[in-house]
């Protein structure tokens, strides 16, 4: 009869169920049982907790170098003039620009003058870049133009300068001050070349979310930074913005087609390709590392189902000699220690989920107690930490949770299913 018996029969789960609902005599065993269900929850929380907060540190990254940085470079390897001398850059970049602009994808295609200059103003001094870009094309950035900290008046940016709120912050700069800018190629005169310095009125300051950015960057327009930097007639590169950023790589072709024979590209990845790397192994790394938390959880489980059956030596004895297999007795067992496994792990997926929904209350409310400073800018490339919850991340916690449990639930189960009823009852 009881070859014929279902595995995990109804009986098997209500004496697993009670035996994992132990009496206030056999109170260890249920102690166990409650450090095994916490330590699993425990575990199972601060994976999901900790790959939630570095995939939001991973998009928070992302977001901050697409918002005011072009998602793909379009520039020229050169070509030589008439005079003999290597020319850089794109003379007919408005043909280019339109080009660009209709190939599938490409949402922005704006010429750009790029160069590097020193800036003072109230007797202190600071390198910064300069953007050349005109006013239609600067209202294309939306971390520029959306900013809930940005201050002056853009319509106006024909007439004057945009700078980053850190540059601002450093010079003591307002809107309506003035900034020098100071460039090494300036004026060519038969002496030689002269430094160019030209002053301009600050119209608009941005915040980009992006310290690096706000410390060193600058937008003048595009007219003027053709003067300012000897660049009449010519656009040193076009900047490209494409619906997909994160696959950027399918765009390469159309783009240097697009471009013509001269034209080379760089993407975002290709800049930040290396710190994307090193995310990427340093959040393996991490999930291996909590993963180690898991497997310490889960060893709990085998102290609890270790003393369980020595405590229900008799009871086994007495269900074998009944008639239980040695499979149903492993079954027994193997669920009294699945069942606090999955209890855990559900435990542990709802805290690590609400922790990441409601991560921005909790580290603000660590910030303030902490007295401010647990999140220094100034040391990491944004403003703000933040948590972003992926469904892998969680099915991979879950998983492991589950797989680890149930593997080291085995061995007891097997303990108990090999007892002899014999020795069991020896001495009852």
């Known amino acids: 009869m009881s070859s014929r018996t279902a595995p995990f029969s109804a009986f098997e789960w209500m004496i697993a169920w009670r035996y ?151 010079l003591n700069l307002a809107v309506g001050d003035r900034i020098r800018l100071i460039s090494p190629d300036g004026v060519k005169t038969a002496f030689g070349t002269s430094p160019r310095v030209n002053a301009y009125e600050v119209v608009y300051v941005f915040t980009t979310g992006s310290p690096e950015i706000d410390r060193t960057r600058v937008y003048l327009p595009f007219a003027e930074a053709q003067s300012f930097f000897n660049r009449e007639g010519r656009a040193d590169e076009i900047e490209v913005m494409v619906d997909d950023p994160e696959n950027v790589e399918r765009f390469e072709m159309p783009l240097l087609q697009a471009g013509g024979p001269t034209a080379m590209i760089w993407s975002w990845r290709d800049g930040a390709g290396s710190f994307l790397r090193a995310l990427t192994v340093e959040d393996n790394m991490m999930f291996i590392l909590m993963s180690i938390l898991v497997l310490i959880a889960a060893m709990n489980i085998i102290s609890g189902l270790v003393m369980l059956v020595k405590n229900k030596g008799r009871d086994i004895g007495i269900l074998r000699t009944m008639g239980l297999t040695e499979g149903s007795i492993l079954r027994i067992f193997f669920l009294c220690g699945a069942v606090t496994g999955i209890i855990g792990t559900l435990v542990g997926i709802v805290l690590g989920c609400a922790f990441s929904i409601w991560f921005t209350p909790i580290f603000d409310f660590v910030n303030w107690a902490a007295g401010g400073g647990v999140w220094d800018p100034e040391v990491r490339p944004i403003y703000h930490l933040s948590a972003v919850l992926h469904w892998q991340d969680v099915a991979a916690a879950a998983g492991l949770a589950l797989t680890l449990s149930f593997i080291v639930t085995i061995f007891p189960a097997r303990r108990a299913a090999r007892m002899n009823p014999v020795e069991a009852l020896r001495y009852e």
Request: net charge negative; hydrophobic share 50%; charged share 20%.
């Open 20 to 170: 994992l609902r132990a009496r206030r005599a056999e109170g260890g065993v249920s102690v166990m049982t409650w450090i095994s269900v916490i330590g699993i929850a425990l575990a199972v929380f601060a994976l999901i907790a900790t790959m939630a907060v570095r995939a939001g540190f991973r998009a928070e990254f992302v977001s901050t170098l697409l918002g005011a940085n072009a998602h793909v470079t379009v520039y020229s390897s050169g070509q030589v003039d008439e005079s003999g001398r290597m020319q850089r850059g794109f003379t007919d970049y408005a043909e280019i620009a339109g080009r660009i602009a209709d190939v599938p994808g490409v949402i922005r295609a704006a010429p750009l003058i790029r160069g590097q200059v020193m800036a003072t103003a109230n007797g202190v001094n600071a390198g910064v870049e300069v953007h050349g870009t005109s006013a239609a094309d600067l209202a294309g950035l939306p971390s520029v133009v959306d900013g809930a900290d940005d201050i002056g008046d853009l319509s106006r940016f024909e007439e004057g300068i945009a700078i980053g709120s850190g540059i601002s912050r450093d």
